[in-house]
């Protein structure tokens, strides 16, 4: 580790105090500067940089949400699923306040999670509970439930398989929302820049929930009816006595 800063930011984090560890690293931009800190979170631990970036969301403000780097967080978020936290709530902090951070790239931030192993499982993760919403706007381009009308009528007459085949085709692939229409910096815009800017992506993300919510089924379906799929049981031989 290269900036003493670090190992005093790190030992905090093992202690528990995020907040310390998060000042720590701030000192670095009293004194030395933006770019001192942004080279300086290449030498910090994934798992450490991930314990701050929790800690921080859009209404907790970090130094570090705003000077992480693509590929940092990138190689950071998809730590996330250590912890195990099925409501996603921290995923989707972290996610909202660095990806739309002010001045920031979406595209740049999506392409690096793309690039990291388990990066669309990730995604998947802070999407999970919009899975039909993302159906929909797949199969329509709105996110209007009661919006079908405005869909392309010759991409609307394709199968699913052309459907998919169709989102790296820029002629097929029209956004009918304008950005300006989802910019929420939530899970909307965030699904629309998938869609429109990253398709092979959004295309992983949507076959990951497809595939999820089809397990779930069959769990759902084997608890209700735990014999089912069962060969009969063989009738017993009548006894010779």
């Known amino acids: 580790m290269s900036h003493p800063v670090l190992v005093k930011a790190e030992k905090l984090i093992r202690v528990g105090d995020i907040v310390g560890a ?12 933006d770019g001192a800190l942004m080279v300086a979170l290449d030498d910090l631990a994934a798992k450490d940089l991930l314990a701050v970036l929790r800690d921080f969301d859009s209404s907790k403000e970090s130094v570090v949400n705003l000077l992480v780097s693509p590929e940092q967080f990138a190689r950071a978020i998809v730590l996330e699923r250590r912890y195990g936290d ?14 739309f951070r002010p001045d920031g790239d ?7 999670i793309g690039e ?18 993302i159906e929909h706007f797949f199969r329509t ?6 919006a079908d009308a405005d ?11 052309e459907r ?3 989102l790296s085709d820029p002629g097929a692939n029209r956004a009918i929302l304008s950005h300006s229409e989802v910019n929420d910096h939530d899970w909307m815009e965030l699904v629309w820049t998938l869609r429109y800017h990253h ?9 990951i929930l497809r595939a999820r919510a089809q397990a779930e089924e069959r769990a759902g379906a084997e608890a209700e009816f735990p014999l089912a799929g069962r060969p009969p049981a063989e009738p017993e031989e009548e006894s010779a006595l």
Do not use: K, T
């Open 22 to 33: 998060e000042a720590a690293l701030a000192s670095i931009v009293d004194s030395d500067g």
């Open 86 to 99: 099925q409501s996603h709530e921290r995923l989707h902090g972290m996610i909202n306040s660095v990806i």
């Open 106 to 112: 979406p595209d740049e931030f999506l392409e690096a």
């Open 116 to 133: 990291v192993e388990g990066g669309c499982d990730v995604l998947a993760d802070y999407l999970c509970e919009r899975s039909e919403n």
């Open 141 to 146: 381009g709105s996110f209007d439930f009661f």
């Open 151 to 161: 869909a392309d009528d010759a991409y609307d007459d394709m199968s699913d398989e």
């Open 164 to 166: 998919l085949d169709a």
């Open 199 to 207: 398709p092979e992506l959004f295309r992983e993300v949507l076959l």
